[in-house]
Nanobody, 125 residues
Framework: EVQLQASGGGLVQVGGSLRLSCRIS????????VGWCRQARGKGREGVAC????????HYREFVKGRFTVSSDNAKNTVSLQMNNLTPEDTPVYYC??????????????????WGQGTLVTVSS
């Protein structure tokens, strides 16, 4: 059974940092790309960052480049998202997700096959 469990969300002030973690079971990064998507209330999900090629290649949307870092611990089968210099626009629910093709990456949520539950990030001004 495939499971992705996201954690690490919380309340932080503008300019602060948070680190999200995604614990994965049922597949490994040898075969899957794992990404982080987020969804604000009333809006669709948008891809933020993902990691592919067995955890060796990272990809970012322009609006998080230089602030967010996605990484993996293949031995522990976890993927993390370090978020720095947070703004109120970074506030929504964050999800980790995976699809079976470690050689490619995707930001579109319809490319992902498996999803974890969300973790809420709230950035207060």
């Amino acid at each position: 059974e495939v499971q992705l469990q996201a954690s690490g969300g919380g309340l932080v002030q503008v300019g602060g940092s948070l680190r999200l973690s995604c614990r994965i079971s049922g597949f490994t990064l040898e075969d899957y790309t794992v990404g982080w998507c987020r969804q604000a209330r009333g809006k669709g999900r948008e891809g933020v960052a993902c990691i592919s090629n067995r955890g060796t290649t990272t990809h970012y949307r322009e609006f998080v480049k230089g602030r967010f870092t996605v990484s993996s611990d293949n031995a522990k089968n976890t993927v993390s998202l370090q978020m720095n210099n947070l703004t109120p626009e970074d506030t929504p629910v964050y999800y980790c997700a995976g699809f079976e093709d470690s050689k490619n990456f995707a930001f579109a949520d319809n490319q992902y096959e498996y999803w974890g539950q969300g973790t809420l990030v709230t950035v207060s001004s």
